[in-house]
């Protein structure tokens, strides 16, 4: 896989965490979200997208779309949401919460089938793995903020789809990858 490259200027990158930002606070409150429109028509292009969720360093919510098939501007409202009220491991955020919350924006290349484990980077790739009706993926920075080898990454993968650990051995197994943009 090559260096996925999507680059965003400091301003469009400060439009998307205040889209996610102005999203949740706009359910809290039971209103529309009134934002002027993207700095620029790249946010408009289609691309997967999670927002991740955090008070004191410590993951409150994160939710995504691997498949870019709407505008990024729509994907980031979306999943904002749904990591703020709808990811099962929290409760829904309170509104006392939303100024201490950290958000996380990451924007993914498209998934290709790995060819090569041996090829798989920590840090720089994100895994999906897809046993059957299971399916677990771990985002590029889980392996860096947790210092997992190639082995562990594939095993903690295997173990967020439900599957013994060392499922990405078997053949019957798909292993795949993308790259992120974080900020």
Request: charged residues 25%.
């Amino acid at each position: 896989m090559d260096n996925f490259v999507f680059e965003l200027s400091d301003e469009e990158k400060r439009y998307l965490k205040e889209l996610a930002y102005l999203s949740i606070k706009a359910r809290l409150e039971g209103q529309e979200i009134r934002l002027p429109g993207p700095p620029s028509e790249k946010l408009n292009e289609h691309f997967g997208a999670f927002v991740t969720l955090k008070m004191n360093g410590q993951l409150r919510g994160c939710i995504g779309h691997i498949v870019g098939d709407e505008p990024l501007t729509q994907t980031i409202i979306k999943m904002a949401r749904a990591a703020a009220f709808e990811d099962p491991r929290f409760p829904p955020l309170a509104r006392e919460e939303l100024d201490k919350v950290e958000i996380e924006i990451s924007i993914l290349s498209p998934l290709e089938k790995v060819t090569d484990i041996n090829k798989i980077v920590p840090g720089k790739h994100g895994l999906l793995i897809r046993k059957g009706y299971n399916s677990g993926l771990l985002l590029p920075q889980v392996a860096t903020e947790w210092g997992w080898d190639r082995e562990t990454f594939l095993a903690h993968t295997c173990q967020k789809a439900g599957l013994p650990l060392n499922c990405w051995q078997k053949r019957q197994t798909e292993i795949y990858w993308f790259q992120a943009v974080v900020f």
